[in-house]
């Protein structure tokens, strides 16, 4: 059991590297940052490690590795306005019942960008894929989790409600009041599944034609 909590971590570990490494363009040097649905703790811990200040948040007791995150209700955060430097939702969004409310929130507490990590599909004919994804990475992993004493949360909270292609987010996005500045996109599965950082920056007119820039 030990060297099985072992690998998992060291798994888990590399991933938030991979993440911090991909993220740190985007984030401020100094600063305070909120990471919004933090689950097991790895990122939050590998930004630590590189000396960035996080605060982390969840709507359930996720965490491997470091502190437990501060719990809220999935529709209000628990902090005052403009009181961060930036905001992270790291593959979060398609669980929320409403994410444009968790961004007006995000926006509210924010003063600096969003950065929105979700995967995306290249078309409704193979949203099958993130489905089988979203199982595997999400509520088997949390299963096995729970199983082997990792997580102790009784409940999965990893149900998604939504499934979507790169254009309905953004089009998300705008209702809520955003404009992407930067678009940086990973192929998982070239043309089918994307692994897409959205940077958000509040704008009441913004356009993602007109505004983002695109690195792959």
């Known amino acids: ?21 991909r993220l740190k363009p985007y984030l401020p040097l100094h600063g305070v940052i909120a990471d919004i649905g933090s689950g097991t703790g790895h990122n939050a811990a590998e930004m630590q490690r590189r000396q960035m200040t996080l605060q982390q948040y969840d709507v359930a007791d996720l965490h491997w590795e470091g502190p437990p995150p501060r719990i809220f209700n999935g529709q209000q955060l628990p902090m005052e306005d403009q009181s961060v430097d930036a905001a992270m939702l790291l ?43 979203e199982y595997l990475f999400g509520r088997l992993g949390y299963y096995l989790a729970r199983r082997v004493g990792l997580v102790t949360c009784p409940v999965c909270p990893l149900v998604p409600k939504r499934y979507y292609q790169r254009g309905q987010w953004v089009a998300l996005f705008e209702s809520a009041g955003f404009a992407v500045t930067h678009l940086h996109s990973v192929a998982q599965l070239p043309w089918l599944l994307h692994s897409d950082l959205f940077v958000l920056r509040a704008s009441v007119s913004g356009s993602y034609g007109s505004s983002v820039k695109e690195s792959a």
């Open 91 to 133: 593959y979060v969004l398609h669980y929320c019942e409403c994410p444009v409310r968790i961004l007006l929130e995000s926006k509210r507490v924010s003063r600096g960008s969003i950065l929105v990590l979700q995967t995306t599909c290249a078309s409704s004919l193979v949203e099958w894929l993130l489905v089988v994804q």
């Open 1 to 21: 059991m030990t060297s099985l909590l072992g690998f998992a971590n060291c798994i888990m570990r590399w991933r938030a590297r991979a993440l911090c490494d």
